[in-house]
């Protein structure tokens, strides 16, 4: 019901389409809209005497089936479509279609006018031939036009065009007129009927025919209209001769065909054209085809004899090749560089095989592509892929690596190696200074299983490490290597730890022994490298690993032991250069370093030579400007060096918005750096140029007011930039010289410095003096005056001059800075002198005794290092173990030595593998022989001891043997509930180490037995692997089970009070005496195969313990870097 609602009352218009939209039950039909007696108003019901009661409802309801149908005052749109009621067929007009080429004169129209006496209508019939003529209808007589329904009772009365004929049926009162054309065809034909008519022409119903006739006049004009009709002669092809909505009859008789005729055979022509169009193209394109596939077959046979012949060629010159002697490959290409020589014969040598497989490098390949590979590994790979050069696979790289020993420490074949390469040098060639930094690492653990020690412990004990300074804040500020700076630290105090033995340590939780064994690992890298007075190599000597910064202790043996070393090369180390940190300053001052000596009697020669130290000379200008932005302003006697002279001069620069300015360098972040931007060496440059010095002049001389007493500044701005032309010098126009222009510039610097130092010396003692005399005085008077009785005296206030509180520093920017700036220019000036007059020195280009070199090294470490700029400790040492060798890969000019040489020491894998590894393993190895061996003595005692008894359940020496491990398991292994063990990740690990065991059974079946059980034999230890297997997992054996749990209970007991350390695998040997050892295979290969399941067992367990290391580290440094972040929010 609510569909014919919606049909009536839902109606919208779209556009020029209607779209009924169905009703919602929740939507309503007004009452206007149905017929009144749709609307039930009263109750009715019919009484016995027949009378009807209505009786008023309360609310009308509609009757059963109604439908709005009344839309009045309805919006138009949503009024339901009013469709006419058609005619009657009898009732209707009939039109013949208009041809398009007919003219309106050619059109006539035949009515057959409606006739209400006799309750009929006739047919209106719009042809397009003339009627036929009234006189031949003359003869019709009218007398049975009124006759209804209308027979043909007499066929003469009926005048029949030429070539009609009317017949008689079997039929009664049914006649067939038709006619009969050229061919002698019955083309149309006239069926009458009492009660119908039919028009068939070419044996199809002609529909625009009236289907009821009245009158003999009606059939008349019938008969002369279906006359006139033209039959259409289809469309002339045999496939479809017509339409298959032809009527049969044009609608012209000037007409051959009927339209829908003619547009069929249009279409069937366009068809043909169409089909015969395609048939070209195919033909013509399986022509093309045919020719191009000629073609690229004689092309394919050129190109396949080419191919064969550049073979052939191939081939004869592989064969010459292999004839080729390799003295003569050599004489080939001994004009060539080194590394080109390599290339050429490792291109040689990939050609004699014939896959990727087999090939050979030599020392020196295998150097450069490791180097290539650390340097750009995209190249590398770009170079493997598309077989630009034969460079190995990184499987043969990472053998090499893994190799290759660590590169903390000295390392003896390095300095063997620079002696070779320095043996014919000149002495002014071989002396230079050693370059001491620090780099910033990740602190990491990682097990080796080779040497059986853990990687990442640091090389110091932590009770040399110097306390926290006070002034920890400035150093901060001034002199940080890290080149991801921290905001400064709160002031803490640091106590001095003093480690005990860790055996003594009672058990305690994990956290805390972490806490204690986390300073053993180291977070910093300290490099020492040579730099040379001459030339432009550098060679990194070695590498230590420290908790934070070394101490002055470590560094002062440091330096004597690598100076001892490099001295007995070959080289010669005349001074020490580093940064401006505070342990730097301690350890110059046990070198007995001071302002007036800036020099230490040489250790390999204490009584002709000295061993200068010097302070980095672009760290000690980052300090100043540092300094200088802290402190605002510098006192000294001409007047004071102000800060804001330099803000002047950038508002000044400023105003000009877009325009040019004097100096457009100087930005907010040189006088308001933030952390990373002080560390930032280029800014302090620019800081103290001269460009800032000519920016103040200029405004000055325009009359800025701030910049009137900026003189004192743009003096010390010009002589701190010529300070730095002449410390940063790299070539013999501007390099150092005795008595010269430059070290002119250095004295008088000095000089001045040493001026400003003593004049805020001074006054900050006078001003000390005056505050102490004025409150001094205060103090004595108030003491005599006395207080009243009852009350309390009210304290006076101090006079201005005890208020006025002294400088805050004696010096020109910090104590550290006003030090390492005197002392290194001293040094300088020294080292010059001493290099001229007796090592036969021209000149000291002073960019050879600052840290630029260092830093370049630290660069290419974190490069090389990928993502992460601060590498673990065991990638930091490889890397340094390759980089630190670059410089001795390539002999210098004129030197009797090749690469090749020194690299087949550099390289030699017995060389890099180290020498204590084996010693370890064979250790470990016996050690758990002994233990095994141990065990099995000491089962075979207790199981002779319990024959004696004369129970008959101990008979039976298989079954005790097998429930003595049970038992000593039970007794042996009670420890606290966190060190217990999980049985189902322990059985889980059970059988993976059973089934990587299964190698060492030596194809024994008993012993394979004793590694894993069937599944008939399982338990509820099993449900882990149960649930987790998809039909490959290992179930272990109970044997090994017994023998894992032993281990895995002393294992946690170890770690859990000892922490990890080097010798963590030796420490649970000592925890394994305590306890018997279970073994594991068969009576003859029980030895070996438990020895393999123990020493597995064990590293695995140790790549665990290192990696739930790192989480609790990676942890620790979470938390703190998030309270140094929420103490520098606050």
Known sequence: MRKLWSAKVGRQVQGKQQKVLEMKPSDRVCSRHFRPEEVSKFYEHKLPDGSVSRIPRGKAELIEGAVPSIFEDYPIHKQPKKTKPR??????????????????????????????????????????????????????????????????????????????????????????????????????????????????????????????????SDAQNLVNFVNSLRVCEGTGREDKPFSVVCSGATASSKQKKCSFCHAERDRLHTKDLRSKTIKEKQAERKKQTKCRLKTLKKSKQRLLQKVQKLQKQLADSQELCKKVKKEALEDAIKSLPDSQQEAVKACFDSSKKKGLSGRRYSIACVYECLMMRIKSPRLYNYIKENNILPVPTHSTLNSYIKNMGGGFGFHTVTLKLIGKKIMDWDEENKRGCILIDEMKLTPGTTFNKETLTVDGMTQFED????????????????????????????KVKRKRVTWKDPTKIKENSQREVNQKFMKRFGDHALVITFQPFKGQWVQAVAAFLTRGNASANQLTHLILEAVNLLEESGLKVDAVVTDGANWNRSMWKKFGVTEENPCAN??????????????????????????????????????????????????????????????????????????????????????????????????????????????????????????????????????????????QIIEDFLKEFKAMKTYLSELHQMRKE??????????????????????????????????????????????????????????????????VEKCNYKYLMTRRVNQDALERFFGLVRSSAGQNTHPEPKVFS?????????????????????????????????????????????????????????????????????????????????????????????????????????????????????????????????????????????????????????????????????????????????????????????????????????????????????????????????????????????????????????????
């Open 770 to 835: 005056k505050a102490e005399k004025a409150l001094s005085d205060f103090l004595k008077s108030h003491e005599k005056e006395k207080p009243m009785r009852g009350r309390k005296r009210k304290a006076p206030d101090a006079p201005p001059e005890a208020k006025q509180p002294p400088p805050s520093q004696a010096f020109v920017f910090s104590e550290s800075t006003d030090t390492g700036l005197i002392i290194s220019l001293s040094a300088i000036l020294q080292l010059a002198a001493f290099l």
């Open 602 to 743: 040489h250790p390999c020669n204490l009584e002709e030579r000295k061993l200068w130290f010097i302070s980095d000379f672009p760290h000690l200008l980052k300090c100043m400007r540092n300094c200088m932005v802290s402190h605002k302003f510098v006192e000294t006697a001409r007047g004071n060096i102000d800060l804001d002279h330099w803000k002047a001069v950038l508002e000044e620069d400023s105003k000009r918005g877009a325009g040019l300015k004097k100096y457009p360098r100087l930005t907010e972040s040189h006088l308001s750096p933030n952390f990373w931007e002080k560390m930032n060496v280029g800014m302090a440059f620019q800081f103290w140029s001269g460009s800032v010095a000519a920016g103040m002049q200029l405004y000055k001389e325009e009359g800025v007011k701030r910049l009137q007493d900026c003189q004192v500044s743009i003096d010390f701005c010009k002589m701190v930039n010529g300070l730095s032309d002449v410390l940063n010098t790299n070539t013999p126009r501007n390099a150092l010289m005795p008595n010269s222009k430059e070290s």
């Open 87 to 216: 005619k009657d067929p009898s009732q209707r007009w009939y039109k013949v279609q208009r041809p398009k080429k007919c003219t309106e004169e050619e059109i006539t129209e035949i009515t057959i006018e409606d006739r209400p006496e006799n309750d009929a209508a006739e047919t209106e019939v719009i042809v397009n031939d003339p009627p036929p003529p009234l006189e031949t209808l003359a003869e019709v007589s009218p007398e049975n036009d009124q006759n209804t329904p209308w027979i043909l009772t007499d066929k003469s009365k009926l005048v029949l065009p030429p070539g009609w004929g009317c017949y008689d049926t079997l039929e009664k009162d049914v006649k067939i007129l038709t006619h009969i054309d050229a061919k002698i065809q019955i083309d149309k034909s006239i069926k009458l009927t009492p009660s119908h008519v039919e028009v068939t022409i070419r044996g199809k119903n002609y529909e625009n025919a009236p289907k009821v006739i009245h009158s003999l």
């Open 878 to 1130: 490889q890397l340094f173990r390759l980089l630190s060798l670059y410089s001795l890969v390539k002999p210098t000019k004129g030197s009797n030595i090749t690469g090749g040489e020194m690299l087949q020491s550099l390289l030699d894998l017995k060389d890099f593998k180290n020498s204590k590894a084996s010693e370890r393993t064979e250790a470990l190895t016996k050690k758990l022989d002994d233990l095994i061996l141990r065990g099995k003595k000491f089962r075979q005692t207790i199981n002779k001891a319990l024959l004696h008894y004369t129970d008959s359940s101990f008979k039976n020496q298989k079954v005790f043997a097998i429930n003595v491990p049970q038992l000593m398991h039970e007794v042996d292994h009670t420890y606290r509930g966190d060190m217990a063990v999980d049985e189902y990740a322990l059985q889980y690990v059970g059988g993976f180490t059973a089934r990587h065991c299964e190698k060492f059974v030596n194809k024994c079946l008993d012993c394979a037995k004793c590694l894993k059980k069937e599944e008939d034999q399982l338990d509820k230890r099993d449900k882990l692997i149960v649930l987790k297997t998809k039909g490959y997992l290992t179930y272990p054996s109970n044997a090994l089970m017994n023998l894992l749990k032993t281990l895995e209970a002393q294992l946690l007991r170890t770690y859990l009070n000892r922490s990890i350390d080097s010798n963590f695998v030796f420490h649970v040997m000592e925890r394994l005496n305590s306890v018997s050892i279970p073994s594991v295979g068969c009576q003859v290969h029980s030895l070996e195969v438990t020895r393999a399941v123990m020493k597995f067992y064990i590293i695995m367990r140790m790549h665990f313990f290192c990696r739930e290391w790192n989480k609790e580290n990676m942890k620790a440094k979470q938390q703190t870097k998030k309270l140094k972040k929420e103490a520098h929010l606050k």
């Open 463 to 490: 009770n040399e490490v110097d306390p926290m300074p006070e002034n920890q804040n400035e150093i901060m500020n001034e002199d940080v290597d890290d080149p991801e700076p921290q905001p400064p630290l709160p």
